[in-house]
């Protein structure tokens, strides 16, 4: 059965208690709209700026999904590449909430499905990653 937004957004307040947010980022998210970034591996948290805004509003619009939180990380790929890969993870919540309870069962596991952008490359995925809390924001863990 699919959602509506505000089931969506109240499923994606749930996930981010859950993942240990800031509360800070929570309230920006219920009461603004606002979608803040954890960047880097110190997870710390930035508001999107106008580029990053379109990437989500793109991907939202193409799935049908609510993005809650995005995590901004670059990977070093200097043994096999000319360096630096940089990539955005867009935590989102799916329309379908059929699906909802096989996500919980990957949160409690540490696991979020995300919409992965390699930006260096131009090339785009969607699936589980590894997550932890730090400072508030989120670390992808490799």
């Known amino acids: 059965m699919k959602a509506t937004r505000e089931e969506m ?3 994606a307040v749930k996930r981010m208690k859950a993942l240990k947010l800031l509360q800070n980022v929570i ?7 606002m979608i803040d970034e954890s960047e880097g ?8 700026d106008d580029g990053e805004d379109e990437l989500v509003k793109e991907f939202e619009d193409q799935s049908g999904s609510l993005v809650y939180h995005v995590i901004h990380h670059y990977f070093d790929a200097s ?7 940089e990539f955005y993870n ?3 919540v799916g329309e379908e909430k059929d ?12 696991r979020v499905m995300a919409y992965v952008r390699n930006v260096t490359y131009d090339f785009a995925d ?3 990653i590894q997550v ?5 924001g989120l670390v992808r863990v490799m």
């Open 27 to 33: 309230d920006e998210f219920v009461n603004e709209d």
């Open 99 to 110: 699906e909802w309870e096989d996500d919980w069962e990957d949160i409690r596991d540490g």
């Open 41 to 48: 591996n110190q997870g710390a948290l930035y508001w999107l």
């Open 90 to 92: 867009l935590l989102f």
């Open 126 to 128: 969607m699936g589980g």
């Open 79 to 85: 043994d096999y590449d000319d360096g630096k890969v």
């Open 132 to 136: 932890k809390p730090c400072n508030g």
């Open 9 to 11: 957004k109240a499923e």
